[in-house]
């Protein structure tokens, strides 16, 4: 079942459920409007204080570097994007990403249950460090809270905004700073745990195959193939780990009739253009290793590797996937904010709040029309 159809239920049972019971929800800090709905609260404010009084010098020093690595993220990420636009029709660098949804132009498929958990440790990590380095920075939260815009959640720490506005440069860069930096963090402390995962499978495991992981809706195998299979061969070329997978299926080409043996059987496919290069023959599968233990006495609890790499995998790419892309210097992102601040140390307000405005203005027409040639 796609993805989109659990988000549409969801849709209809929650707003249906808050137009139902939308004054008791309002008596318990639940603003209702529609499409956004938001719940507010101030009980956590005092654990985001003790953790932000547990070691005030470091939370400072913390982003102090931090603030460094932001503006050269912000570059880099830029640069990026920027550079990009030539191959936007082939490889667009943008794409609306939704956990269990295939989007049209996206070559990342982000599982449903992994994806919602990695897309709240984004949230959590993000907005407690905000709040985190505020307090640290002596400006009072008003407020703590989860947000529903139509489906898709969200969450925020709000912060006492006229005195934000009054606090120190350096103060407020820190504070803006603070929530992708913390996002790239746990990107580089869950790379480091798939590592160690990664390292340790092959003292239970030894590869055996290829499996097929996702069948791409209207692709070739659509239809044709399942999930799960195991790849044996294609058209007699034989397939014993990921090295020789890959070095079979490069060698297609667009409207080519292809057999695949599976450990069910074979099958006949017409290769389509792959969508990130058409002069590249299109199979419509996301095929991973295929592992078998080497001791079965050890039962399923090995199995649970493959759960945890999975999982730290989509907590990486989604924390330095949105880190970076909050640091885009475009307001309302973070990184807008930081890059008026730092140009307001050499300009006056009403030249850096007009140079930042207009470079937001074409950051969001690139971001858009990289999403719109996705989709075409």
């Known amino acids: 079942m796609n993805g989109i159809y659990y988000y549409l239920i969801a849709f209809a049972v929650i ?33 985001i204080s003790r953790i932000s009084n547990f070691s005030p010098t470091f939370w400072r020093w913390y982003m102090n570097v931090g603030i460094v690595v932001a503006f050269g993220a912000m570059i ?20 609306i990403v939704i956990p269990g949804v295939e989007m049209p132009g996206s070559s990342i498929y982000i599982p449903f249950i992994y994806g919602l958990i990695a ?21 009072p939260i008003k407020s703590i809270g989860l947000l529903l815009f139509a489906i898709l959640p969200g969450a925020f720490v709000e912060p006492d905004e006229d005195e934000l506005k009054k606090a120190k440069r350096i103060s407020r860069l820190r504070v803006y700073a603070a929530g992708s930096i913390a996002n790239i963090t746990l990107a580089l402390i869950a790379i480091v745990l798939v590592s160690l995962i990664s390292a340790g ?25 399942k999930e799960g299979m195991v790849l044996k061969a294609i058209d007699n070329h034989q397939i014993n780990d990921s090295s020789s997978y890959g070095e079979i299926i490069t060698g297609y080409n667009p409207g080519d009739n292809v057999t695949v043996q599976t450990d069910q059987g074979s099958y006949s496919l017409t290769l389509d253009k792959n969508p990130n290069n058409e002069s590249r023959g299109f199979f419509g599968i996301q095929a991973t290793k295929h592992f078998k233990l ?9 199995w649970v590797l493959f759960e945890l790499l999975e999982l730290f995998q989509w907590i ?3 924390n330095l996937g949105i880190g970076l892309f909050n640091l885009l210097p475009l307001k309302p992102l973070d990184g807008g904010h ?24 074409v950051m969001a027409m690139i971001i858009v029309f990289s999403i719109v040639a996705g989709f075409l």
Not at 119 to 139: D, N, P, R, W
Not at 338 to 358: F, G, R, T
């Open 119 to 139: 897309l709240a440790t984004v949230l959590i990590v993000h907005e407690f460090s905000h709040g985190i380095q505020a307090v640290g920075e002596k400006i």
């Open 316 to 318: 990486f790419m989604l």
């Open 15 to 47: 707003w249906i459920f808050a137009g139902i019971f939308h004054k008791q929800l309002s008596n318990h800090g639940v603003e209702i409007n529609f499409p956004v709905l938001m719940w507010k609260t101030q009980r956590l404010r005092g654990l």
């Open 294 to 302: 080497i001791n079965d006495s050890l039962g399923p609890i090995p």
């Open 201 to 225: 499978i092959p003292s239970f495991f030894e590869e055996d195959g290829i499996a097929i992981d996702r069948i791409v809706s209207d692709s070739p195998s659509d239809g044709i193939l």
């Open 76 to 95: 880099f990420i830029t640069w990026t994007l920027v550079s990009s636009l030539p191959s936007v029709f082939e490889t667009p660098a943008v794409s």
């Open 338 to 361: 930081m890059l008026e601040i730092l140009l307001s140390y050499k300009l006056p307000e009403e030249k850096c709040k007009p140079l930042v405005n207009a470079l937001s203005l």
